[in-house]
């Protein structure tokens, strides 16, 4: 199965900062890299797909990054709603796995 | 507007099985692929399996055979996940979600989750 580490775990930040979240994948997995936000108590939200490709709706300042087995979410200009734990998934290979999520806390 | 409603809360006992369901609306579900994930709270998500609704054509992650099986009910556009021999750690929430190809397959549109307890 491809792992996929991701880092931080846990991120402090404060309102109007850019922050960057890492997933590095066991094997090349060719972009094919989402990302997921998702709020205590509710379920998984798609922002990125195909690495960096922007799901409709999604703000802007959410971008995605990468190639092979290196990819990053940035959020530009924190605000207090992308308080969240986000977890990247890649779907290049079955299995289909996930990092073990970065929790983000607003100052 | 594309909306997966799933059943709720379950409490079962060891050795049990319990049938999850995830009713779908707003597009062509007879057509469309589902998968379903598992998350234990506090803890990253499992993939579980996907299935198309046009055949009924499974495929499971090799962790959960056996112990998951994924069907469909294309005249009422849901579907379903059977979870058998429960044990403690089973006791998780369950996920199902639509799986779009933009190229890249996505899961665009998720069930608000089931919680399963499996206690004696």
């Known amino acids: 199965d491809i792992q996929m580490t991701q880092s931080p775990a846990s991120l402090s930040a404060s309102l109007g900062e850019t922050v960057s979240i890492e997933c590095l994948a066991s094997?090349?997995?060719?972009?094919?890299l989402a990302w997921y936000q998702q709020k205590p108590g509710k379920s998984p939200q798609l922002l990125i797909y195909y690495a960096s490709s922007l799901q409709d709706g999604v703000p802007s300042r959410f971008s995605g990054s990468g190639s092979g087995t290196q990819y990053s979410l940035k959020i530009n200009s924190l605000e207090s709603e992308d308080a969240a734990t986000y977890f990247c998934l890649q779907d290049s290979e079955y299995p289909w796995t996930f990092g073990g999520g970065t929790k983000l806390e607003l100052k | 507007q594309v909306k997966l409603q799933q059943s709720g809360a379950e409490l079962v006992k060891p050795g049990a099985s319990v049938k999850l369901s995830c009713k779908t609306s707003g597009y062509t579900f007879s057509t469309s692929y589902m998968s379903w994930f598992k998350q234990i709270p506090g803890q990253s998500i499992e993939w579980i399996g996907m299935i198309y609704a046009g055949d009924g054509g499974t495929g499971y992650n090799q962790k959960f055979k056996g112990k998951a099986t994924l069907t469909v009910d294309t005249s009422s556009s849901t579907a379903y996940m059977d979870l058998s021999s429960l044990t403690t750690e089973d006791s998780a929430v369950y996920f199902c979600?639509?799986?779009?190809?933009?190229?890249?397959?996505?899961?665009?549109?998720w069930g608000q989750g089931a919680s399963v307890t499996v206690s004696s």
């Open positions: 094997e090349d997995i060719y972009n094919n």
């Open positions: 979600a639509r799986i779009e190809n933009y190229g890249s397959y996505v899961m665009d549109a």
